[in-house]
Structures are given as structure tokens and as C-alpha cells.
């Protein structure tokens, strides 16, 4: 029997596929009707999004606004497929500062129902609208007064009745050949709930600042990140006056080890800067006897603590400088060096 031909290379000892090859490549040749099929569905879900776009109207900006009242959370639920769908609306909506939580129907009808208040609003997903396991948590919508938005692929059906907003798929065909995996129907159900999430965002007035607050972390994070998450403080200040002998403002320098001094007026205000480059170029056997303002760089590089900690490495590699003095109002607050920011993760 002819085998396929694996293209591999060898690392450390063992084989593993070509990566640059994408792993498996048979004799060759390319499986046209794979790519064909996958075309296919991409086409037929894109469709399907548009379509949906094309089909929003007074139920969606009804959803929005019950959810933008609400003083509690929106507790997302579904069964199988669309579970996964209402675990990452939950998941997207917090992220964008609307409180969400994920609530499994077959939990709740186990205890988990005392994890919903009566300032909650429930976000129920099911493609039939006729999921058993809803049951209970929609019984116990209706019982307690709890608003109901129904995210569902048929109307008239249990779900959609019961429900104060009703958002109706647009009848779909979905990508599968047999009709029977959810494919098109939780792909759009998916992009509605992205639909939501950024209306509530833009209705809420949700900024960048926002966002940095909930994404701390990784990359997202650092990119958010303010000057003044990371500057040194006031008291870690290398600071002089104009008449601060060269002898004196050395030693500071040394003490605040950010290989710069900053030269102030009477009133705080930051005049100039002397950074060790500039003391090497000038050394001589009178440097140590001279004032600080005669050595000073007038006008140096300044960031507001309040702008992005990005923006102050943008200015740093600009201008070939390794520190940046941060003032308000040109008095100096603290001070951001180059290695903050790397240790920051901003690069």
C-alpha cells in the first residue's frame, strides 16, 4: 500500500511535521475540496451575520436599554452549544463594563438559582427555544419579576412568549451538510452577543481607561497602562536648585540612581536637566566648583502622569533618551525610566 508522504525535519533527538509546510502535505497536492468545503461555510455564516445585521431593530435596542438600567448583573444561560456561546457573551460583557456572570440551567435548578437577584436580568440562549433544562430558570424569571431576554432561533416557541425582549434569529441554514450541528446559528448568535456588548459599551461613554482597569494583564494591559502606574515618586526625585554646587548635585544623582538630575527654580519648577552624559563631556578640573544652572539642558523631555506609559517610550526612543521627568503643571511629580517600562512589559 502507497503511503502519503510526510515531509518532517528533525529537532532535538525526534520528528516532527514541517512546520513551514503547515505539517502534512500529500505528494504535493493540495486538498481543493477541503479548502472548497471550508469557503463554503465561511460564506454561508458570513451570510448569515449579515443577514442578521440587516434584521435588528426595536427588540435589540430594547435589550440594550433594559440592560443598561439594570443595577445588578446580566446572567447569561444556555444548553450545549449555545452554553459555550453564553459563557463568552458573559465573559465579553464584563470585559466591557457591563457585569455578567455564566450560569449553567442544569446547575441551577440544583441551587444555582440563588446566585440570581431581583436587580439581575437573565440572557437565555437557545436556538429551539424549547430547551428542557431552561425550564426552571425561566419559571423562576417569572415567579420573582426577574427580566428575561430571550436569544433565540424560532418564534413562536416557550422561550420567545415568556420573554420581556425576544431577539429572533433570522431563519438560517446551517453550514453543515446535514443540517443538525449548530454551525450558522451559534456563529450569529455569538456576533449578536458582540453586538450587544459594544452598544452597551458606547451607550456607557466606556473609554480606554476603562478597559486598562479591566485588563491588567498581558499585553492588552502594559498597552493601557498610565505613566503614573509606573513612575518613581516625588521622594525618589534626583532634584536641585540653580546654585546647587556640581559637587552636591553629583552625589544626588548618585543617591536617586536614574543617571540624570533635575535643576528646579524656588517655586518647584523644573528648569533643566543635567544627565551624566552631559558631566563626562564636561569634565575638567573647575566642573565640581560650577552651579547646576550653568550646566543644565534647558527645556528637557516632560510627560503628564496621566497619559499612556507607551507614549512616554514613544518619546524616550524618539529623542535617544533613557528618562523622562513627570510633571504637573511644571512642577515635577515623579520620573519614568526607560527600564520601568520594560519591566512593565511595554515594548
Same mark, same amino acid.
Given at each position: 500500500?502507497?503511503?502519503?508522504?510526510?515531509?518532517?525535519?528533525?529537532?532535538? $533527538? /525526534? &520528528?516532527?511535521?514541517?512546520?513551514?509546510?503547515?505539517?502534512?502535505?500529500?505528494?504535493?497536492?493540495?486538498?481543493?475540496?477541503?479548502?472548497?468545503?471550508?469557503?463554503?461555510?465561511?460564506? &454561508?455564516?458570513?451570510?448569515?451575520i449579515?443577514?442578521?445585521?440587516?434584521?435588528? /431593530?426595536?427588540?435589540?435596542?430594547?435589550?440594550?436599554?433594559?440592560?443598561?438600567?439594570?443595577?445588578?448583573?446580566?446572567?447569561?444561560?444556555?444548553? !450545549?452549544?449555545?452554553?459555550?456561546?453564553?459563557?463568552?457573551?458573559?465573559?465579553?460583557?464584563?470585559?466591557?463594563?457591563?457585569?455578567?456572570?455564566?450560569?449553567?440551567? $442544569?446547575?441551577?435548578?440544583?441551587?444555582?438559582?440563588?446566585?440570581?437577584?431581583?436587580?439581575?436580568?437573565?440572557?437565555?440562549l437557545?436556538?429551539?427555544?424549547?430547551?428542557?433544562?431552561?425550564?426552571?430558570?425561566?419559571?423562576?424569571?417569572r415567579?420573582?419579576?426577574?427580566?428575561? *431576554?430571550?436569544?433565540?432561533?424560532?418564534?413562536?416557541?416557550?422561550?420567545?412568549?415568556?420573554?420581556?425582549?425576544?431577539?429572533?434569529?433570522?431563519?438560517?441554514?446551517?453550514?453543515?451538510?446535514?443540517?443538525?450541528?449548530?454551525?450558522?446559528?451559534?456563529?450569529?448568535?455569538?456576533?449578536? $452577543?458582540?453586538?450587544?456588548? *459594544?452598544?452597551?459599551?458606547?451607550?456607557?461613554?466606556?473609554?480606554?481607561?476603562?478597559?486598562?482597569?479591566?485588563?491588567? !494583564?498581558?499585553?492588552?494591559?502594559?498597552?493601557?497602562?498610565r505613566?503614573?502606574?509606573?513612575m518613581? $515618586?516625588?521622594?525618589?526625585?534626583?532634584?536641585? %536648585?540653580?546654585?546647587?554646587?556640581?559637587?552636591?548635585?553629583? *552625589? @544626588?544623582?548618585?543617591?536617586?540612581?536614574?543617571?540624570?538630575?533635575? *535643576?528646579?527654580? %524656588?517655586?518647584?519648577?523644573?528648569?533643566?536637566?543635567?544627565?551624566? /552624559?552631559?558631566?563626562?563631556?564636561?569634565?575638567?578640573?573647575?566642573?565640581l566648583?560650577?552651579?547646576?544652572?550653568?550646566?543644565?539642558?534647558?527645556?528637557?523631555?516632560?510627560i503628564?502622569?496621566?497619559?499612556?506609559? @507607551?507614549?512616554?517610550?514613544?518619546?524616550?526612543?524618539?529623542?535617544?533618551?533613557?528618562?523622562?521627568?513627570?510633571?504637573?503643571?511644571?512642577?515635577?511629580?515623579?520620573? @519614568?525610566?526607560?527600564?520601568?517600562?520594560?519591566?512593565?512589559?511595554?515594548?
Amino acid at each position: 500500500m502507497n503511503q502519503p508522504m510526510v515531509q518532517s525535519v528533525q529537532r532535538h $533527538g /525526534g &520528528t516532527e511535521p514541517d512546520v513551514a509546510t503547515g505539517g502534512i502535505e500529500e505528494s504535493g497536492t493540495l486538498d481543493e475540496a477541503a479548502v472548497r468545503h471550508g469557503q463554503a461555510v465561511l460564506r &454561508t455564516e458570513a451570510g448569515a451575520i449579515d443577514q442578521l445585521a440587516r434584521s435588528l /431593530g426595536a427588540p435589540f435596542a430594547a435589550a440594550v436599554a433594559l440592560m443598561a438600567s439594570l443595577e445588578g448583573r446580566v446572567v447569561c444561560t444556555g444548553m !450545549g452549544k449555545s452554553g459555550h456561546v453564553a459563557r463568552k457573551i458573559a465573559a465579553t460583557l464584563s470585559s466591557t463594563g457591563r457585569p455578567a456572570m455564566f450560569v449553567h440551567p $442544569g446547575e441551577a435548578s440544583h441551587g444555582d438559582l440563588g446566585m440570581i437577584t431581583a436587580k439581575d436580568a437573565v440572557l437565555a440562549l437557545s436556538n429551539s427555544g424549547e430547551t428542557a433544562e431552561l425550564r426552571d430558570l425561566i419559571l423562576y424569571t417569572r415567579r420573582f419579576a426577574i427580566p428575561l *431576554v430571550a436569544m433565540v432561533g424560532r418564534a413562536p416557541s416557550t422561550l420567545a412568549s415568556e420573554a420581556e425582549v425576544a431577539l429572533v434569529l433570522p431563519e438560517l441554514t446551517e453550514a453543515c451538510p446535514l443540517g443538525l450541528a449548530p454551525t450558522t446559528s451559534t456563529t450569529a448568535m455569538l456576533a449578536l $452577543g458582540d453586538a450587544l456588548a *459594544v452598544a452597551l459599551l458606547e451607550r456607557a461613554g466606556f473609554t480606554p481607561q476603562h478597559f486598562a482597569v479591566f485588563h491588567p !494583564g498581558g499585553k492588552l494591559g502594559s498597552q493601557l497602562m498610565r505613566v503614573e502606574q509606573l513612575m518613581r $515618586g516625588a521622594a525618589e526625585l534626583p532634584l536641585v %536648585p540653580t546654585d546647587c554646587p556640581m559637587s552636591e548635585a553629583i *552625589v @544626588v544623582m548618585t543617591e536617586k540612581c536614574l543617571g540624570c538630575v533635575g *535643576v528646579v527654580d %524656588p517655586g518647584g519648577r523644573l528648569l533643566g536637566i543635567i544627565t551624566d /552624559g552631559d558631566i563626562r563631556r564636561r569634565m575638567g578640573p573647575d566642573l565640581l566648583g560650577r552651579r547646576a544652572g550653568e550646566l543644565m539642558t534647558q527645556g528637557p523631555r516632560t510627560i503628564e502622569p496621566d497619559a499612556l506609559a @507607551v507614549e512616554a517610550l514613544t518619546i524616550m526612543n524618539r529623542h535617544a533618551i533613557t528618562v523622562l521627568f513627570v510633571q504637573r503643571d511644571t512642577v515635577p511629580v515623579g520620573a @519614568v525610566h526607560l527600564h520601568d517600562c520594560l519591566r512593565a512589559g511595554i515594548a
